[in-house]
């Protein structure tokens, strides 16, 4: 009960489907955009047992991730095709013009913006912070993966201002949501603190020191910075209450599984509206 009422006051619920488990931002789909944060649950992948792992080609075959994303993609009401990137850990935005570009799936961007319906952009994560974003006045939408570089590097302040110069969006009016991450146990070193040092000011307020030369970072909140310090109103920010890492039974987690198992799946994070 605990967890429904924490999920409910931040904007979210929980919709399954065959044993798919996907959470689902309500405000966003409230204002039309289909859209979910996938978890581990209901698939055919070896993780070590009927995981959904929706990517991580180099440890699963590829006939169990398409099996996967078939069983993720039905649960969204609507025919969709899915429109991804090569994800590389840039500040690079790929924007879908065309149908042809939904296709061009291995370009190297980490963010996807569209306005077309029929697709959902998506990106994929296993600790790392999936931010959908969506505008309800003119149906313009993204899909952005920051991890600590993608975030240092201000992806989602990028992701925004390319809907700004492409379709004129007015920032004010975006919905945001931040999905699950690793955060209370993201341990960093030096390199990412001076990172984030030489690229934001005051970033300290970002890190809680754990030991000389380390400390934990919260990316949802330097995320949620930047979409807001972007013109999005923080009362339409909608923040996840789960760290990947604390919770495996539900999430892929690279930083946990990696050296446990040797291998981790992939979660994907979508938005989009239907023909």
Request: with cysteine; charged share 25%.
């Amino acid at each position: 009960m605990a967890e429904d009422q924490s999920l409910t006051e931040s904007g979210f619920y929980w919709r399954e489907r065959n044993g798919v488990k996907v959470l689902v931002c309500r405000p966003l789909e409230d204002a039309g955009f289909a859209n979910g944060f996938s978890t581990r649950l209901g698939g055919v992948s070896a993780f070590p047992s009927g995981d959904l792992n929706l990517s991580g080609f180099d440890d699963d075959s590829a006939e169990n991730i398409y099996e996967n994303r078939r069983r993720f993609l039905s649960v969204f009401e609507g025919k969709f095709e899915l429109a991804t990137a090569w994800q590389i850990h840039s500040d690079h935005v790929k924007t879908i013009r065309t149908r042809k570009d939904v296709e061009e799936s291995d370009e190297k961007f980490d963010a996807v913006v569209a306005d077309l319906t029929g697709i959902l952009a998506g990106v994929k994560t296993a600790d790392c912070v999936p931010v959908l974003l969506g505008d309800p006045n003119t149906g313009v939408f993204a899909a952005v993966h920051a991890g600590w570089r993608g975030t240092s590097k201000s992806i989602v302040k990028k992701a925004i201002a390319a809907m700004k110069d492409e379709y004129g969006i007015d920032a004010s009016s975006l919905l945001c949501a931040i999905g699950p991450a690793a955060c209370k146990n993201y341990e960093v070193g030096q390199d990412v603190i001076d990172t984030f040092d030489s690229n934001f000011n005051e970033s300290e307020r970002y890190f809680t020191t754990t030991r000389p030369g380390h400390a934990v970072v919260d990316l949802h909140a330097a995320n949620r910075d930047q979409a807001s310090g972007s013109g999005v109103q923080p009362e339409n920010i909608f923040i996840a209450p789960f760290c990947t890492m604390a919770r495996t039974d539900l999430f892929f987690s690279y930083r946990k599984e990696k050296k446990t198992l040797g291998k981790t799946g992939r979660l994907l994070s979508v938005i989009g509206r239907a023909d």
